[in-house]
């Protein structure tokens, strides 16, 4: 059974951090591309960043420079260390493997950000 388990998310003020995990069984960590989505309420969901399999990273404009993602295949987990919040950045967050269309999901974390 494919689980992917988010967790780290809570209330930051502006200008915070907070480091996001998500730890993965029941798929082959190594061979799959992991990505980060988030949905604010009333707007789509939305590729926030990537790292494939080789380490490539990809990030969104809006959080380029601020926000990091990393692996350990090892342990199976992804991260995404999330630095100078704003409150734009308020949102549930999704973990995913494997790609938004064909790819297994997590459940999401709640990150909130006040100004």
């Known amino acids: 059974q494919v689980q992917l388990v988010e967790s780290g998310g809570g209330l930051v003020q502006a200008g915070g951090s907070l480091r996001l995990s998500c730890v993965t069984s029941?798929?082959?960590?190594?061979?799959?591309?992991m990505n980060w989505f988030r949905q604010a309420p009333g707007n789509q969901r939305e590729m926030v960043a990537r790292?494939?399999?080789?380490?490539?990273?990809e990030y969104a404009d809006s959080v380029k420079g601020r926000f990091t993602i990393s692996r350990d295949n090892a342990k199976n987990t992804a991260y995404l260390q999330m630095d100078n919040l704003k409150p734009e950045d308020t949102a549930v967050y999704y973990c995913?493997?494997?790609?938004?269309?064909?790819?297994?999901w997590g459940q999401g974390t709640q990150v909130t950000v006040s100004s």
């Open positions: 029941g798929i082959t960590f190594s061979i799959n591309s």
């Open positions: 995913n493997a494997g790609g938004a269309k064909l790819g297994s």
């Open positions: 790292i494939t399999i080789n380490g490539n990273t």
